[in-house]
C-alpha cells in the first residue's frame, strides 16, 4: 500500500465504479457512497488528504484528542456533531492508529460513541505504517513468553 492512501483510493474509487448497488429499500444507489471521517491523530494528514481528493464524498470532521490535566483521563470531542449533528444516519469512515495500548483504548471510546450515535455504517481503516525500525523485527526480550502471557512489542519497534 503507498503512503498516501493509494489502496484506500483504490477500494473506493472500485466503489464508485461498480454497477448501482441497491440499497436497503431496493432502490438503485448510483452516487458514490458520502463518508463523514473521522481520524485519529497521526491519521489526520490522511483524512485531509482525502477531502481534497474528493470534497462532494468526504468530510473531515476534526476530533480533539486531549487529557484532562488533574486526572490524565481521556477529553475527546469527536467532530461532526456540534453546532449541527452531521454523525447520525450517515456513513462513517474512521480512520484508526493502534501505535500503542493508550491510544488504542481512547479510539475504542470514541468507536464506541459513534456506534451508539445512530449511524447508517461505520468502516474502520487502519492504513498500513512502515516501522520506524526495520532492523528490530522481534518482541523486545523483557516480554516473556508463557502460558497465558500475550508477547507484545511497541509497532514503532518492529
Not at 36 to 43: G, Q, T
Not at 58 to 66: D, G
Not at 75 to 95: D, K
Not at 102 to 114: E, G, K, N, Y
Amino acid at each position: 500500500m503507498a503512503a498516501d492512501g493509494g489502496a484506500l483510493s483504490d477500494a473506493l474509487r472500485a466503489d464508485e465504479d461498480s454497477s448501482p448497488c441497491h440499497s436497503l429499500w431496493g432502490e438503485s444507489q448510483t452516487e458514490p457512497t458520502k463518508y463523514n471521517v473521522i481520524a485519529s491523530e497521526p491519521c489526520e494528514g490522511l483524512a485531509q488528504r482525502l477531502q481534497a481528493w474528493d470534497p462532494h464524498r468526504f468530510a473531515y470532521r476534526k476530533t480533539k484528542w486531549a487529557k484532562f490535566a488533574d486526572s490524565g483521563m481521556d477529553h475527546i470531542e469527536l467532530g461532526g456533531y456540534t453546532p449541527t449533528n452531521r454523525i447520525r444516519r450517515s456513513n462513517v469512515l474512521f480512520l484508526a492508529s493502534f501505535h500503542n495500548n493508550d491510544t488504542i483504548m481512547s479510539q475504542f471510546q470514541a468507536l464506541v460513541c459513534l456506534c451508539e450515535s445512530f449511524i447508517e455504517s461505520l468502516t474502520i481503516v487502519l492504513p498500513c505504517v512502515a516501522p520506524l525500525n526495520p532492523t528490530f523485527r522481534t518482541p523486545l526480550s523483557a516480554h516473556q513468553n508463557g502460558p497465558g502471557t500475550i508477547p507484545w512489542a511497541p509497532w514503532s519497534e518492529w
